[in-house]
């Protein structure tokens, strides 16, 4: 029974508040192009031994990591199943997966600290580890066994290791299945030994569509607003739409326009904000690297030549926002020194 209640007890990195787990989603908004690629492979009889789901925060990885690990747990790498790897929502399995109670899944994530009851900032071998006693044990009825690493990102190098030996002897009728919002950072060993499922942006007429069942109450301007903002991401628009989610995008924007002079007094103000706020600092990065591909794509689209720095400043923004989180670094120092490399940038030209 313990294991039945940890979902509600234990913070999530991945849940959005007022929303329902990804764990307890059946819709998948859009991906027919990488659904239909898993489907082929598992109602074929040859799922292969892990896939690595890639896209932006939010996308709807853990979505679909979750839709095929219910159709294997129901229906094993077989056509018995729809053709679209739907699971009934009040099937057994679903319900077990629902409660995190399915014996033959396990769900590899940050770990909370016993201490501060927050989650840790890293996904730690210790959890990676557990991989070799799951798939070590006898298979349930349905003869298979799932684990989701949800996110590879959030490993140390220890814990890369650990899933790379996993991946090197993989076991019969077991599936990995690795998200990751920045494969390319992953070490090239495990991204060899997985299938890649590249999850694209939503458009934003698919991202309006979600808000409108998810968030009824909202007008048609603010969910067009929020999509627009969303970069193709429902996670990253729901965020928005609770609590400091618009305010954060929108000090995102302005810190980019703002680069060639920027305003001390506000920033370390601003990183003062992120501090008082849940997972601040993760929401903030996000938007900032969204805006900054958002306005790079559209220089490049009319022709603007000149864009490598800018670039090359995307990913060092995106690189000081990840060591900050995992290293417990001051937040206004990171928000300080984000606002100097986009400054160091604009010096070859606005964005």
Same mark, same amino acid.
């Given at each position: 029974?313990? /294991? ?5 007890? #234990?913070?999530?990195? +991945?849940? !959005? ?5 990804? /764990? ?17 492979? &598992? ?23 979750? @839709? ?10 077989? $056509? ?7 699971? $009934? ?18 769900? #590899? ?24 006693? %799951? %798939? ?7 003869? =298979?066994?799932? $684990? !989701?690493? +949800?996110?590879? +990102?959030? *490993? ?5 290791? $650990? ?9 019969? @009728?077991? *599936? ?9 950072? #992953?070490?090239?060993? &495990? ?5 890649? &499922?590249?999850?694209?942006? #939503? ?46 995008? @929108?000090?995102?924007? @302005? ?31 996000? %938007? ?19 864009? +490598?720095? =800018? !670039? ?5 923004? /995106? ?33």
């Amino acid at each position: 029974m313990a /294991r039945r209640s940890e979902p509600e007890n #234990l913070p999530e990195a +991945d849940r !959005i508040e007022g929303q329902p787990h990804p /764990r307890e989603v059946h819709d998948l908004t859009g991906h027919r192009e990488a659904l239909a690629r898993a489907a082929r492979a &598992i109602r074929g009889g040859r799922p292969p031994q892990a896939w690595l789901i890639t896209g932006p925060q939010g996308i709807g990885k853990a979505t679909l990591a979750y @839709r095929i690990a219910r159709y294997l747990l129901r229906f094993g790498a077989t $056509a018995e199943g729809p053709e679209d790897l739907a699971t $009934a929502p009040k099937d057994p399995v679903s319900q077990q997966v629902t409660a995190g109670a399915h014996p033959g899944l396990l769900v #590899l994530r940050r770990a909370v600290n016993e201490r501060t009851g927050k989650l840790m900032n890293v996904l730690s071998v210790e959890e990676v580890r557990k991989l070799s006693s %799951f %798939f070590g044990m006898t298979s349930g009825a349905g003869g =298979w066994r799932i $684990a !989701i690493i +949800d996110t590879a +990102d959030d *490993m140390n190098d220890a814990a890369a290791n $650990a899933l790379l030996k996993t991946l090197e002897e993989p076991p019969a @009728r077991a *599936m990995i299945l690795v998200l990751s919002h920045n494969p390319g950072r #992953l070490v090239s060993t &495990i991204r060899s030994r997985c299938q890649r &499922i590249d999850l694209r942006p #939503l458009s934003d007429a698919e991202v309006e569509a979600a808000l409108k069942q998810k968030l009824p109450d909202l007008d048609d301007d603010e969910r067009a607003s929020l999509a627009r903002l969303s970069a193709g991401s429902i996670g990253t628009a729901l965020v928005l739409a609770a609590g400091e989610g618009v305010a954060f995008a @929108r000090e995102a924007d @302005r810190l980019i326009e703002k680069a060639p002079h920027p305003d001390v007094p506000a920033l370390l103000s601003l990183g003062d904000k992120l501090s008082r706020v849940t997972d601040g600092l993760e929401i903030f990065g996000t %938007f900032l690297a969204n805006a900054l591909s958002d306005r790079i794509r559209a220089k490049g689209a009319s022709g603007v030549a000149g864009l +490598d720095c =800018w !670039i090359e400043a995307s990913e060092k923004v /995106r690189s000081k926002f990840g060591r900050s989180s995992a290293l417990y670094l001051d937040l206004r120092q990171t928000v300080l020194s984000a606002a100097m490399t986009l400054g160091e940038a604009s010096r070859h030209g606005a964005l």
